[in-house]
């Protein structure tokens, strides 16, 4: 068999693929690292390769940020009104 043959040490077509279960990895959308889920919680959703800052819903922002049990929500019905009946392609 010739030294430059595509078929040497690849793996086989039948072999069964590994999975990994969700909530184990993240990948970095930045610098496209794969990091394990509890090094980033452990640095506070930041990427220790490149410092990117990931996404944050606004419960986990929260419970980051305010001591347990001393933050309450208010005006939750709170909507935004339309004055000037702003409209674009007849939608408001």
Known sequence: M???SRTSGLPTAEAPK???????WTKCDRCSATLY???????VWVCQHCGHHFRLET?????LLADEGTWQEHDA???SQDPL????DGKK
């Open 2 to 4: 010739a030294w430059w």
């Open 18 to 24: 590994k999975s990994v279960p969700k909530g184990v």
């Open 37 to 43: 889920d509890a090094e980033v919680i452990a640095t």
């Open 59 to 63: 419960s986990r922002r929260i419970a």
């Open 77 to 79: 019905t709170l909507q």
């Open 85 to 88: 009946d702003f409209r674009v």
